[in-house]
């Protein structure tokens, strides 16, 4: 189980810090002046921290819920895939509140019906956009950190953005599903068997 959760934070350090350079080099999002940051991306200190336990979270809680097997091939080109859209949400030139969301709508729904087309993967992905959206509005009301005025058109936060946590919580989750699968743990945290 350690084992598990170590990768999964690498896995969420890494991607998630370089998912959010994208949106800190396209101006997306960005942090106020501090002493404490990252060497090269100049982003805070804690935002692997952050990131690598979002995913530590994510990872955990889908095995719980639905524990079909993932290939380590799908929970890569999961991962990939989510790492194209969250470059997508910094880098396409459209408004946000409008194709923008849109664009990042189609592609979750594209993800969702591809890798986790259960009702219990939509259940946990509305969980984690809502808790994911939330943390951040709360984030951005604090000024620990801020997205620019373009995209900040829901509560200080972009409105695309509970659909990158819907992506987030499908790829991570199968990521958590096939990292139990390769440590042969048929009952991780005692799933809840649905009929």
């Known amino acids: 189980m350690i084992q ?67 290939s380590p091939t799908q929970s890569a080109i999961g991962n990939l895939l989510f790492l194209l859209l969250y470059a997508a949400s910094a880098f396409l030139p459209f408004k946000t509140g409008g194709w923008q969301d849109i664009l990042m709508l189609a592609g979750t729904l594209i993800l969702w019906l591809c890798l986790d087309p259960t009702w219990q993967g939509a259940l946990l992905a509305l969980a984690t956009a809502l808790i994911g959206t939330g943390v951040e509005i709360v984030l951005t009301h604090f000024q620990i950190f801020y997205y620019y005025p373009r995209v900040a058109n829901f509560y200080g936060v972009p409105s695309w953005l509970p659909w990158l946590y819907t992506a987030a919580s499908i790829t991570l989750g199968n990521t958590g599903r096939m990292l139990f699968s390769l440590h042969h743990t048929k009952q991780p945290l005692g799933p809840i068997r649905w009929k």
């Open 4 to 70: 598990i959760i170590l990768v999964l934070f690498l896995l969420g350090a890494m991607g998630g810090t370089l998912g959010d350079f994208f949106h800190v080099v396209s101006q997306t999002d960005g942090y106020p002046s501090s002493t404490w940051v990252l060497p090269f991306t100049h982003q805070p200190f804690w935002v692997p921290l952050l990131f690598g336990s979002a995913t530590v979270g994510i990872g955990l809680s889908h095995p719980w819920l639905n524990f079909k097997k993932k």
